[in-house]
């Protein structure tokens, strides 16, 4: 079992910057991949990147460039230094962490970005 608990939400004007984190704790050994979605109102959850366990990285094509995603294995922390920040990545951001055998969620933070 999985626990995950994001923070860094908030509310932020447009071309500022803003980090989330999420600390995972339970059977973090058998996390081979963490990441985040975000969810705006409306619409579908979608991916916006993920990171691996030998740290390959994955972003969605709207946050290249602006956004990175970090982790601190040692804490079991994952980041999303997020960059240039647009009114349209106003959404709820979710954690996710996969494990062998069971995906996993955090119960998200708003994110609210202001012109």
């Known amino acids: 079992q999985v626990q995950l608990v994001e923070s860094g939400g908030g509310l932020v004007q447009a071309g500022g910057s803003l980090r989330l984190s999420c600390a995972a704790s339970g059977s973090i050994s058998s996390i081979n991949a963490m990441g985040w979605y975000r969810q705006a109102p409306g619409k579908q959850r979608d991916m916006v990147a993920i990171i691996t366990s030998d740290a390959f990285t994955s972003y969605a094509d709207s946050v290249k460039g602006r956004f990175i995603i970090s982790r601190d294995n040692a804490k079991a922390t994952v980041y999303l230094h997020m960059n240039s920040l647009k009114p349209e990545d106003t959404a709820v951001y979710y954690c996710?962490?996969?494990?062998?055998?069971?995906?996993?969620w955090g119960q998200g933070t708003q994110v609210t970005v202001s012109s």
């Open positions: 996710y962490a996969g494990a062998i055998y069971n995906n996993y």
